[in-house]
């Protein structure tokens, strides 16, 4: 089973380490890479933000 990351997930990781930063990486620490991914438009959100 695949598990899609979304753009609320890769915000919590790349800010300050907290209790939702842990969560989600504990929970990832669950599956190997091959069953993790994220879309294009998870990637798409955060460039159309620095752009803008």
Known sequence: MRYLLDT???????????????????RMAQYTLDNLAISIITIQEPMLGCHA
Do not use: M, T, V
């Open 8 to 26: 609320d997930d890769l915000s919590i990781l790349q800010g300050q380490s907290g209790a939702d930063d842990h969560n989600i990486l504990a």
